[in-house]
């Protein structure tokens, strides 16, 4: 079945520090990749995606590439602010048809802390 | 506009008791989901419905009893709560596609019982 890995955390920085948290998946057929972001107390935010291989998502400073050949989607940021603590999750989308169709597949989940 | 709303946002129970997790979404979307988030914040699908059927049902125990009134409506009823299942719920939806199972999500429920 499908399965996502990610880098253990917690993961502590402080300001204007690189951040990569790696993310390594399992799946049969040609996946969507996610990176989802969790605030404190809040729900999940889709912080960026990739439907396809070598596809690059961006968004707010953070990129992932979707790597097939290595089955990986690492998310980075060059420079990150006390704003991006939060949880972050990699996932994985079910593209082919049948019953997991729409289900994502989560990772276990990143803490980040960054100190001013 | 809340996209994806679930009340209450937290709930406090005894074992034993019966409770319903209410979510509703406003984005058009034909496909909602429940997912359960432990208290390690690993995140787990539970079950999903699109246009008010029955698609996935991941082992959950039958005393969770999902409820799709319409496409924008998807309510968890849960039987008989037990200590485990303390955790956050969150409710997502998506369209059908494809090309992009991107998921929205709710705020979440967290319920705890004592």
């Known amino acids: 079945g499908n399965s996502v890995t990610q880098m253990e955390g917690p993961v502590t920085l402080s300001e204007e520090a690189f951040l990569t948290i790696n993310c390594t998946y ?39 590439t979707y790597r097939k050949e290595t089955t990986s989607f690492h998310l980075e940021k060059g420079s990150v602010q006390v704003s991006d603590s939060a949880v972050y999750f990699c996932a994985l989308g079910a593209n082919a048809g049948g019953t997991s169709y729409g289900k994502l597949t989560f990772g276990q989940g990143t803490i980040l802390t960054v100190h001013p | 506009d809340t996209a994806v709303s679930q009340t209450p946002k937290y709930l406090v129970t005894q074992m034993g008791n019966d409770k319903s997790i209410k979510c509703e979404q406003n984005l058009g979307h034909d496909t909602m989901y429940w997912y359960k988030q432990d208290s390690k914040k690993f995140l787990k699908i539970m079950f ?59 705020q979440g429920t967290r319920l705890t019982v004592v």
């Open chain 1, 26 to 64: 399992t799946a049969t057929g040609y996946p969507s990749l996610f990176w989802y972001v969790q605030y404190p107390g809040e729900g999940l935010q889709l912080l960026l995606k990739a439907t396809k291989a070598d596809d690059k998502g961006s968004n707010k400073g953070f990129e992932a």
């Open chain 2, 48 to 106: 999903s419905y699109n246009n008010k059927e029955l698609i996935i049902n991941e082992t959950v125990p039958n005393r969770f009893s999902p409820k799709s009134p319409d496409k924008a409506h998807l309510n968890l009823h849960i039987n008989s709560l037990e200590l485990g299942d303390s955790a956050v719920y969150f409710c997502a939806s998506s369209h059908w596609d494809r090309l992009n199972t991107e998921a929205f999500f709710g």
